[in-house]
């Protein structure tokens, strides 16, 4: 069974950085995009960014030049750094595959004050 675990998250001011990591599945991981998504409290999950196999990466349009990700095919993990964090950047970060498979992980809790 698919099974994403996520990591990095906490409590940063406005403008501060983090780092989350993705433990992702072997199989999924060298075989298809995986991408980063998020949930704040009430609204839908959305695709934030996505990385491909090969290493192409897209973003959404609110975290273009804020935020990167990567990924390490040696240790199975994805990288999203996110820089100049805004309060609304505020929400549950979960990793999967894109599009998603398996069940979704516990995700990891970013909560940026003002």
């Known amino acids: 069974q698919v099974q994403f675990v996520e990591s990095g998250g906490g409590l940063v001011q406005a403008g501060g950085s983090l780092t989350l990591s993705c433990a992702a599945p072997g199989s999924t991981f060298r075989i298809g995009a995986i991408g980063w998504y998020r949930q704040a409290s009430g609204k839908q999950r959305d695709l934030v960014a996505t990385?491909?196999?090969?290493?192409?990466?897209n973003y959404t349009d609110s975290v273009k030049g804020r935020f990167t990700i990567s990924r390490d095919y040696v240790k199975n993990t994805i990288y999203l750094r996110m820089n100049s964090l805004r309060p609304e950047d505020t929400a549950v970060y979960y990793c999967?595959?894109?599009?998603?498979?398996?069940?979704w992980g516990q995700g990891t809790q970013v909560t940026v004050s003002s």
């Open positions: 990385i491909s196999p090969g290493g192409r990466t």
């Open positions: 999967n595959a894109v599009p998603p498979v398996g069940n």
